[in-house]
């Protein structure tokens, strides 16, 4: 069964780094496209970036280059999401999807960052 | 970016009744759209892809239509556990974009 589990929540200050990732299994992980999600508290989905695992080619959404970074380590079948700096801002739920058919069929449970001081 | 409008911004229903949400794109996508069902607390799930195709597994209530920038999602009979909020998404280019949702509550 194809599954998409996301590493668990985290609590950051202002400034602090932060790497989240995404793991998958049973499926060719090398071969689907793997996007990533925001969904802030009590707001609707937004589309932030994607990723091709098999030659990391990569795309983001105008409102997210150059504030996140997505990577993927197709030894361990696992995407990232990763931040330099956080900002309050940030403080919202990362979702990961798998590509299938041009949507996203299979999500991950979700990921909660805080970020708080 | 392709911006996606979707109305009603929430909608409240008996069981039984027959639910149309309407989503339209700043320009055309051709069939290059999708339906999602979110309920509170947990990740969005796959109802319809390319305008149309229902995923496996879910109900035939629920049926997708259109093509260029106007879509429909229909749920034909509301259930109780059709509560949720539905969003479209729009895949015919990059970035991909989600409208902003509507809620279905059940009267």
């Known amino acids: 069964e194809v599954q998409v589990v996301q590493s668990g929540a985290e609590v950051k200050k202002p400034g602090e780094s932060l790497k989240i990732s995404c793991k998958a299994s049973a499926y060719s992980f090398t071969n689907y496209w793997i996007g990533w999600v925001r969904q802030m508290p009590g707001k609707g989905l937004e589309w932030m970036g994607i990723i091709y695992p098999g030659d990391s080619d990569t795309r983001y959404s105008p409102s997210f280059q150059g504030q996140v970074t997505i990577s993927a380590d197709k030894s361990i079948n696992t995407a990232y999401l990763q931040w330099r700096s956080l900002k309050a801002s940030d403080t919202a739920i990362y979702y990961c999807a798998r590509r299938m058919n041009d949507a996203f069929d299979f999500w991950g449970q979700g990921t909660m960052v805080t970020v708080s001081s | 970016d392709i911006q996606m409008t979707q109305s009603p911004s929430s909608v409240s229903a008996s069981v039984g009744d027959r639910v149309t949400i309407t989503c339209r794109a700043s320009q055309a996508i051709a069939s290059w759209l999708a339906w999602y069902q979110q309920k509170p607390g947990k990740a969005p799930k796959l109802l319809i892809y390319t305008a149309s195709n229902l995923e496996s597994g879910v109900p035939s209530r629920f049926s997708g239509s259109g093509s260029g920038t106007d879509f429909t999602l229909s749920i034909s009979s509301l259930q109780p556990e059709d509560s949720a909020t539905y969003y479209c998404?729009?895949?015919?280019?990059?970035?991909?974009?989600f409208g902003q949702g509507t809620k279905v509550e059940i009267k």
């Open positions: 998404q729009q895949s015919n280019s990059f970035p991909w974009t």
